[in-house]
Structure formats: C-alpha cells, structure tokens
C-alpha cells in the first residue's frame, strides 16, 4: 500500500496500520519530518519514505532531507502509484 501522507501528526496514525513492503510519500507540511533534527523523524527510521521535492522546495527545506528519505519527483509518484495496488492519504 502506498500511505501518502499530508501532516505531521497523521504519521502517528500510520504506524499502527504499516506493514512491510508499503511506501511511505510525505507531501504537503508533513515533508518537515524528513529532517533527521525533527521530533517525529525517529519515526521514519523503520519506514520506506520517499518525499516529494515539489514541496520541499515550496518549504526551502530540500538541503535538510535526511539521506534515508528518497527524494522524488511528480512522475516518480505516479510510478509509486502504479507500483502500489492501493493507496491510502493521511490528512
């Protein structure tokens, strides 16, 4: 499944329904956990993130992206799309 995530506080609720082998697509004001020095990042540690660089460079935030956290583009996320059988948007 490929959970596309908004909000910071939305990443609490997706750890209960993870499971292995899904994605993890930070967009929209949740892009700010992939900072390794944010709060909510040791989340992230045991997910496949991928974050959108659209809205990193909205936030200026694309120099602080944790090298865990792969940097994707608007057509990499229809690929993830296609990838996934299903998707799931936390707001």
Known sequence: MLHIVK???A???LVALHK????VL?????VYAC???HPIF???KELKVCVLIADLQARGIQNRVSP???QI?????????VEQNNSLTWN
């Open 35 to 37: 900072n390794a020095q």
């Open 73 to 81: 583009t608007y057509a990499d996320f229809v690929d993830l799309t």
């Open 20 to 23: 292995d082998g899904d994605q």
């Open 7 to 9: 909000s910071l506080t």
């Open 11 to 13: 990443l609490n609720e």
């Open 42 to 44: 040791p989340i992230l």
């Open 68 to 70: 865990s956290c792969r």
């Open 26 to 30: 930070l967009i929209e004001d949740a």
